[in-house]
């Protein structure tokens, strides 16, 4: 790739005060430099416009857009209408990104072979329970086969976080769908890839995304995340795998197995002790990486907030699509 083509840089950002400094701050410092930073505003009620507007002062390759909705996917294509380069690269608000994480991204399109390339998004922890988040996100325990999580070698994936993409591609698969609130990365992907493309893993370009750092926040995330993903799954009910369903499952399973066991508590926890066992060996195995007994002690309760939040999700989603059809019909 000559040095001097210009690459469109992309951050979506709604009230992100207080980490949208050091990503753009992550994003100026890229080893290429020609690069168009559309930084696309939600109606940030924050300092969020105001931080842009400190870089822009200093650096006058930074753009600011204002999006009439607080919706990802309309961000990223009125960033996508303002794109005046052949490749966009996506950046997370919540993220830091190692200076080669442009040129790595691009040279990998360049290459022909892929629709998408994205890198491995590793979490970064300031609480105890922030590094407890971290380290559980970056288990196949907690995460299942997201590979961009806890990949170690470049190989063909069927999603990739934020990701780096050619603009052309993006305007004839006719941008993100502005119709989903989550889940809108994985919707893309996945028409991409029915579309005949590859999506390329590669763990050398790095993303340090900004985890949440408590339990209860984790728990509201991966809500939005199930709940997100029965918009997905009713446009492409193939989109659907295994790891996509085992939350629900079990969400279902320790419910009803609750109300006919309540006044039976011991057959109850028999019912539940094989996820008890797994959640204690994934923890153990787990909290080996981490250095403070206080970080280590989260981290069964992040195994279950994701699981347990993303099926609750998940169900909440398929009652709110039932009452808006029933609705509908009516």
Known sequence: MPDDELVTLVIPALNE?????PCLDSVRQQDYPNL???????GSTDGTVGVVRQHMADDDRIELLHS???NIPTQLNLAVAQA?????VRVDAHSIVDPAYVRLSVERLTEGRWGGVGGRKDG????SAGRAIAAAMASRFGVGNSTYHHGTEPQEVDHIPFGAYPVELIRGLGGWDEQLSANEDFEFDYRLRKAGHVLLFDPAIVIKWHSRQSIRD???QYHRYGRGKVDVARLHPESMSLRHVVPPAFVAYALVGGLILWRRPLRLLALLAPYGIAITAASVDTGRDLESPADRAYVPLAFAAMHVGWGLGFWSGLLRTAISRRRSAS
Do not use: A, M, N
């Open 17 to 21: 005060e207080r980490f949208l400094g």
């Open 36 to 42: 168009q930073i559309v930084v696309v505003d939600g």
């Open 68 to 70: 009439p909705r607080r």
């Open 84 to 88: 005046r380069s052949r490749w966009l």
């Open 124 to 127: 970064v922890g300031r609480t």
């Open 218 to 220: 984790l728990f509201r």
